[in-house]
């Protein structure tokens, strides 16, 4: 059922020990019932041993959903941290050579990795298959914003990486800026890369898919933020 959360928070109802008592009215749709309810938020840490009655049943639970119980296949969704040895650092379906044993155990828990629970390999029942998505918790995962911030920077790294490659295989060396301006071209315009069929440009887009993936083959720097603040610094 889809429930519509109201919450009133009064600052004035605070008591001498910082907490706020807020006031709750959850709606459920489909029977049109609506339950009140007092939440008391305070601005304190709690060791397990000294967390309040009221909270320990929430406490508990939310630290079963973090164990997990072992079983199935870990989702996008999940926050469990329980751990597994390295069986899945190879591939042995696609050929024995890639076989690898298993790392960890009792005698050796040591290196281990989050618990995954993919279906095992049909060679070898010790090995788990590989994925090509790595598991991690929800509570640890980058949100979408973090996430597109990250590629971009990674995609930054390796265009700065390529351009001694560029520089060393397709720049003349006798070349040079014609006048100071134009390195504001590197940042404004981009600059054309003339990647020819063969060599160099069967290489290129697999180090870079955005240049295969493009009409033209463009290489646009991001301005430096001292260049930002004064292009004649």
Known sequence: AKKKNNVQV???????????????????????TSVKAVVTIQPTSYLPSQTPSGLKKYREKDLALLRGDGKGERKKSDRIYDYDVYNDLG????????????????????????????????????????????????DEAFAEVKNLTFSAKTVYSVFHALVPILQGAIVDKDSAFPFFTAIDS???????????????GTILPR???????????????????????????
């Open 10 to 32: 009064n600052r004035h109802a605070a008591d001498a020990a910082g907490s706020i008592k807020a006031a709750v009215t959850t709606t459920t749709t489909e029977k049109s």
């Open 91 to 138: 591939d042995p379906d696609s050929s024995q050579d890639l076989a690898r044993p298993v790392l960890g155990g009792k005698d050796h828990p040591y290196p281990r990795r989050c618990r995954t629970g993919r279906p095992r390999t049909k060679k070898d029942p010790l090995s788990e298959s590989r994925s090509s998505s790595v598991y991690v918790p929800r």
């Open 186 to 200: 590197l940042f404004n315009e981009g600059i054309h890369i003339p990647v020819p069929k063969g060599g160099l």
């Open 207 to 233: 180090l870079v898919k955005a240049l295969a993936d493009t009409e033209n083959n463009l290489l646009q720097f991001e301005t430096p933020q001292l260049v930002d603040s004064n292009n004649l610094s």
